[in-house]
């Protein structure tokens, strides 16, 4: 048997193992467990953030609560005062300030009632994220197993041609092996093409009836396509 028939089984054992591997870091396993971690990991932003304005909210109601109670008794204050005013100038002073003091009073409270709004729709929020955040890991733990699964599946039958093309490689000498790989890298991992019908497999062009029977007759070493030198079967 020609040694180049040999040389054809062996690359097609090679371009199963690019396969696999190529399969390998494409497992579409692969790709649910990044999005189910890149939803996670969303989730979790999404608490953190919501986490941190409430400590600002906090923050800003409890401020709140002290200008409302400062004003509150700025107004008493003035209230009181404005019992033992006697001139109307003097009067109507005070009531002006008082009905500046009740309208400011109003809008930190109108403020106040806002942030506590927000506040009540983070808590929700909240309360949603974490819960999704719970069925996420577990999808997440679920989906890595499922990952783990895929890839030692891969390695298996990676494995199964490995061992076939060591058995069928031992069997070739070294400078067979040496000009296998280096046409190999030479033509794009097609060292040797088959030829369908006239048609080199490497190239795809067309090759006469005489092209044809003269490189049946050619050494191994010789029977190359006159196009793109690769070796060739038939």
């Known amino acids: 048997m020609s040694i180049l028939v040999h040389l054809y089984d062996l690359q097609m054992l090679d371009t199963t193992l690019e396969q696999l591997r190529h399969q390998f870091i494409t497992l579409p396993e ?17 608490i953190s953030s919501g986490e941190m304005r409430q400590q600002e909210l906090e923050k800003l109601l409890s401020a709140a609560e002290a200008t409302s109670a400062t004003l509150h008794k700025k107004r008493e204050r003035l209230e009181q005062q404005m019992k033992t005013v006697i001139a109307p100038r003097e009067a109507e002073a005070l009531q002006h300030e008082i009905s500046t003091v009740g309208s400011e009073i109003d809008a930190v409270d109108e403020e106040s009632l806002a942030f506590m709004e927000e506040s009540e729709h983070i808590d929700s929020t909240l309360v949603a994220a974490r819960s999704a955040l719970i069925e996420l890991q577990a999808s997440e733990i679920a989906a890595t197993a499922s990952l783990q699964q895929a890839e030692e599946y891969k390695k298996a039958e ?77």
Do not use: M
């Open 30 to 46: 692969r790709e649910a467990l990044a999005l189910v971690q890149k939803n996670a990991a969303d989730c979790t932003a999404k």
């Open 158 to 234: 990676a494995r199964d041609v490995e061992e076939k093309r060591h058995r069928l490689a031992d069997t070739l000498d070294e400078k067979w092996s040496a000009a296998y790989e280096l046409r190999r890298s030479q033509h794009k991992g097609i060292a040797v093409a088959k030829v369908k019908n006239h048609v080199c497999g490497g190239c795809h062009l067309d090759l006469s009836t005489s092209e044809v029977d003269l490189l049946k007759k050619e050494t191994d070493e010789n029977r190359e396509c006159p196009n793109c030198a690769r070796w060739l079967v038939f």
